[in-house]
């Protein structure tokens, strides 16, 4: 029986350690751990509720936008806003070019040092490289699209940054949809960059990931966890077809049913908070204070649940619940329902393009009632991304996050329930136990975000 | 040189001083280090163009150490931070430093059975760095990590480490900036630096004075909500105290910037951010 640590999980954003227990080249024990605290939700008590947009996408340099988002949505829900439909779409455009910057760079940059030889560049070189299969003629293939690939999801952020002033931390998404005056101008630029990111995605990364897929088919094989797969919706709610994805939904035992955001629970038995109840709803206005030192506590990820039950969130849950891919839930299709989303969504922006008018954005000036709660539930790149908001005395009295990698990350719970990635890792054979490249492989296939997990 | 920052434009310093880098041939070592943040400033600067970031790493300087790129991981990656303390090489650190508990609420490695904390690091390689970077806002003045009321007590990497550091600050850093003043160490030394130790190429202008919509506020013409192309002074607008070149450089390429999106500058490469910089938007 061996004990490997591996401490930092490098290519993701944040701090992650995965610790797992080996027997007969066997994971039989798995535990994974957020290493980073700073505490948001305690900060953002007594802020201006307004300022919430701006303040809670700092909680993540990757995906800062899925933050502005989802503030905005729990704020206009809280001060009863719509905004109109022309400013939504370009919202939803906006949002699309985050997915489309983070899942290029997830693809090329965190994950293809997984499985080739990397170019002859600092920091890329890796000495210690094992169980890399590609042939060098292919392998060279990929390393030029690595290189290539930085500036496509470069180009993704510009089109962000036209739209909603800069990135990372946008100010373009708030409260009534947007900020940005369309014109002819930002219209054709987004459009041009647009068709340019999906033509190297169609001609050249769906190629990538599928060779990649060939040379390690065994990864179609582990890294399963559960099966369990939840989506908040995404991009539902437009009539139109073409403009669709996903509905909420939750698919376990092999059924797809309907999602009750109700159902959401937060379990901190082995996390290193206090508090009066160890189980919590994200309304309820329960003080929990960091404790480093606790027992038997491991993570500073809390543990969400759904109905007491652990669900993987992210891209192939999308796919999944969506019905566009349904090969499998594994390390590999992980992966590659990544890529063929980086489609639908860059697809879908097309669509939305089209729609969307030359119009002012329908900005108001926005009172903030003295009393008023809101929630903001919806899919980002990463999976669902929940922000409930209790305002009081027109101060944000209480504040809670909960993040697609807390649900993934997630440590045990009071049922001693491993969380998703832990499940994943579970049972899964490790060859070389010196260099047990398998974990890396299995925990990035969910592209764990702990800056956001922990916040 | 023209002492003048504004005639210094993003061409002088993005194109014409990597040029004339190129003409070292030895690529100093660089650690670019992780702490307590949302480690947006690394994608940042992922961002940059001309030169981009495969220029950076392959004609620029050599990146020995950094979570978010690097190939190898666990106490692997960790050995090639180790290994290049006994280097020649800058450091770069994005986030601020996590003092409570030891350091515990920022861990960023694990080396032979002991947690390696944030604090840790930086005072291992701050120790020996030839320059230090302070990239971002967390790093430079502890910003939002060290937001009011400071759960992780973390603070600025100059209040920790008690030697010499350049500011870059800016909630991300734009990428021309690090870049920028990587550059001016790589050629021509440190860069001139004003009182906060930040490079005056980049931070000498203040963004009210040479804002675009300057004229409106000069003429009292001021927007009553975000969404109106006019001043934003009255909404909350942070120019008047902030110093970066956001209003000429303007961001990811694009001639667009947090102004030019119709909404206030916040201050995020001030000092104080978030706290003083509040309510960003003033209705």
């Known amino acids: ?276 109840q160890i189980e919590n709803k994200p309304t309820d206005e329960v003080e929990i204070e960091a404790d480093r030192y606790k027992e038997k506590a491991y993570s500073w990820v809390k543990a969400p649940r759904y109905n007491d039950v652990p669900f993987e969130v992210g891209p192939l849950a999308r796919m999944w619940i969506s019905g566009i891919y349904n090969n499998g839930i594994s390390t590999m299709d992980r992966t590659i329902a990544r890529v063929l989303e980086v489609i639908k969504i860059a697809e879908i922006m097309q669509e939305l393009l089209k729609r969307v008018e030359l119009k002012p954005s329908g900005q108001r000036k926005y009172s903030v009632p003295d009393q008023a709660e809101g929630k903001g539930l919806i899919d980002t790149t990463r999976g669902g991304l929940g922000h409930w908001i209790d305002i009081k005395n027109q101060k944000i009295n209480h504040y809670e996050i909960i993040t697609p990698t807390s649900w993934n990350l997630s440590p045990r719970d009071t049922k001693l329930q491993r969380g998703p990635v832990e499940e994943a890792l579970f049972c899964a054979e490790i060859k070389d136990i010196e260099n047990p490249v398998e974990i890396g492989r299995i925990v990035r296939s969910f592209d764990p975000c702990v800056s956001c997990a922990t916040h | ?149 400071n759960p992780s007590e973390s603070v600025s990497v100059s209040a920790f480490l008690k030697r010499d550091i350049i500011n870059v600050p800016g909630c991300p850093v734009h990428p021309d900036w690090i870049i920028g003043t990587i550059a001016h160490l790589l050629v021509f030394g440190v860069p001139e630096l004003d009182q906060k130790n930040r490079p005056v190429i980049f931070y000498s202008i203040n963004i009210h004075d040479a804002c675009p919509r300057r004229s409106f506020f000069d003429q009292r013409v001021f927007a009553e909500k975000l969404g109106e192309p006019f001043c934003m002074f009255k909404l909350g607008c942070r120019g008047p105290v902030t110093n970066t070149d956001c209003p000429i450089r303007r961001w990811n390429d694009t001639d667009n910037w947090p102004i030019g999106d119709n909404t206030p500058c916040i201050g995020c490469a001030r000092e104080g951010f978030p706290d003083l910089m509040e309510p960003f938007i003033r209705y």
């Open chain 1, 1 to 276: 029986m061996a004990k490997i640590t591996v401490n930092p999980i490098t290519r993701i954003s944040g701090f992650l350690e995965i610790e797992v227990t080996v027997e007969n080249n066997r994971i039989i024990d798995a535990k994974s751990s957020g290493m980073l605290f700073r505490g948001f939700e305690k900060m953002l008590k007594g802020r201006p509720p307004l300022d919430a947009v701006y303040f809670t996408e700092r909680i993540c340099g990757i995906c800062s936008t899925a933050h502005s988002l989802a503030a905005t949505l729990a704020l206009e829900y809280a001060l009863d806003i719509e905004p109109n439909e022309n400013a939504r779409m370009i919202r939803d455009f906006v949002h699309g070019c985050e997915f489309l910057q983070n899942h290029i760079r997830h693809f090329y940059q965190y994950t293809l040092p997984d499985y080739i030889k990397g170019p002859n560049i600092h920091p890329l070189i890796n000495n210690y490289s094992v169980d890399l299969r590609l042939p060098p003629d292919r392998n060279d293939k990929l390393v030029q699209h690595y290189l290539e690939s930085t500036k496509y999801s470069r180009l993704a952020h510009e089109m962000l940054a036209e739209l909603a002033g800069k990135a990372p931390h946008n100010h373009g998404i708030f409260i009534g949809g947007v900020t940005v005056k369309m014109d002819a101008d930002k219209w054709i630029k987004v459009r041009s960059i647009l068709d340019s990111i999906l033509s190297f995605v169609k001609d050249v990364m769906l190629e990538d990931v599928y060779t990649i897929a060939r040379y390690y088919p065994d990864y179609f094989l582990n890294g399963s966890g559960y099966g369990n797969l939840l989506s908040y919706g995404l991009y539902n709610t437009y009539k139109d077809r073409e403009a669709f994805y996903v509905n909420p939904g939750i698919f376990k035992n092999g059924t797809i049913s309907s999602f009750d955001e109700n159902m959401i629970t937060e379990n901190i038995k082995y996390a290193w908070y206090e508090a009066d």
């Open chain 2, 1 to 149: 040189m023209n002492s003048c920052p504004i005639a210094i434009s993003k061409d002088f310093i993005a194109k014409n001083l990597i040029k004339l880098s190129l003409q070292n041939t030895h690529k100093i070592n660089l650690i670019w280090l992780e702490l307590a943040g949302c480690s947006g400033n690394i994608i940042s600067l992922l961002n940059a163009d001309n030169p981009d970031i495969n220029y950076f790493l392959t004609n620029m300087i050599s990146l020995k150490y950094n979570n978010s790129l690097m190939a190898a991981e666990g106490e692997k990656a960790y050995r090639q931070f180790l290994e290049t303390l006994d280097t020649e090489f800058i450091l770069v650190i994005e986030g601020a430093v996590s003092t409570k508990a030891q350091g515990l609420y920022d861990v960023v490695a694990k080396y032979n059975g002991q947690y390696v904390t944030g604090m840790e690091a930086a005072k291992l390689a701050g120790e020996r760095a030839k320059h230090i970077l302070a990239v971002g806002t967390c790093a430079a003045y502890g910003g939002i990590s060290a937001a009011a009321p």
